[in-house]
């Protein structure tokens, strides 16, 4: 299975920051949060990528290339473990890049990798959203894929005050954390809301997508929403939803960026000098 990651978003919510740094270089702790979602689809068994970047990305494909340079000085310095690790990244799996030319929505930064992934049932998997789990979210979702043989959708559920930020689900459950699509709305108010059940950044879909998302007209900021294409989609083929265990963070807010450095932190080797900054902080 090959996996698409969308990284071509301007990455307004994080201004002035983005301005000329991609929102998927944010670092988390030592690491930018793309590796993150690399690293997850490799931990998956998928070794095939390909990001879709556009104007001012060109950071992310540096990054996974190999750092001649670099590399050059930590081993003439015999920093051998640093160097293993620089080596790691440029070694992880067989990425590829696409231009999306103009920021035209997800279901257009899918289109654009089409035929790249060709015939093939294919993940995506958003540069922005990390996702922290014993099992791999997209693992569990090609699990879940392999017994329906139809889409999959990651989903978790969502406090009502912040449905209006996310594609939510109507459903019938299948059985635990397995759920049949009924229908599917993109932000709607919590009164229209069919759920509290919200799409997270994590999909498994069959090329079927593909002519769904050719047909679409454009929304909203001139976009192509993959949420319509799969409403559509909807009408003639099955779309199932799983329920991931794993904890999400959205690298478009703030907060989450701040929790997540936080959180995996406190699992890192500064964990016992960052407890106790923030007990004395918080008295």
């Not at 270089?25 to 030592?30: A, K, R, S, Y």
């Not at 494909?61 to 990244?89: M, P, Q, V």
């Not at 769904?212 to 909203?220: C, E, N, Q, T, V």
Request: glycine residues 6%; charged residues 30%.
């Amino acid at each position: 299975m090959k996996a698409v990651i969308p990284a071509a978003g301007l990455g307004t919510r994080f201004l002035p920051m983005t301005k000329n740094s991609p929102k998927e270089m944010l670092p988390i702790v030592d690491k930018p949060a793309i590796q993150y979602v690399v690293e997850e689809a490799v931990g998956s068994g998928i070794n095939d990528i390909v990001i879709v970047t556009g104007r001012g990305k060109e950071v992310i494909e540096n990054h996974f290339d190999i750092a001649y340079e670099l590399e050059k000085i930590l081993d003439e310095r015999g920093e051998t473990k640093k160097l293993d690790e620089i080596r790691k990244i440029s070694r992880l799996a067989d990425i590829y890049y696409i231009r999306q030319k103009m920021p035209l929505g997800l279901g257009h930064a899918i289109y654009v990798a089409r035929r790249h992934i060709g015939r093939a049932t294919f993940a995506v998997m958003l540069g922005d959203d990390i996702i922290i789990s014993k099992k791999p979210c997209i693992k569990q979702l090609i699990e879940a894929y392999k017994k329906v043989n139809a889409s999959v959708i990651a989903v978790q559920k969502v406090e009502k005050k912040r449905i209006s930020k996310y594609g939510v689900i109507e459903y019938e459950k299948v059985e635990n954390n397995l759920y049949k699509i009924i229908d599917i709305v993109e932000k709607p108010s919590i009164e229209e809301a069919p759920s509290n059940m919200a799409v997270m950044g994590r999909y498994i879909l069959t090329p079927k997508i593909f002519s769904y998302i050719k047909k679409l007209k454009p929304g909203k900021n001139d976009e192509l929403q993959l949420t319509d294409a799969l409403k559509e989609m909807l009408k003639n083929h099955d779309i199932y939803a799983y329920r991931f265990e794993g904890e999400r963070f959205d690298l478009g807010d703030k907060l989450d960026w701040i929790k997540i450095n936080v959180e995996l932190a406190l699992k890192g080797k500064e964990s016992k000098e960052l407890k106790k900054f923030l007990k004395n902080l918080l008295k």
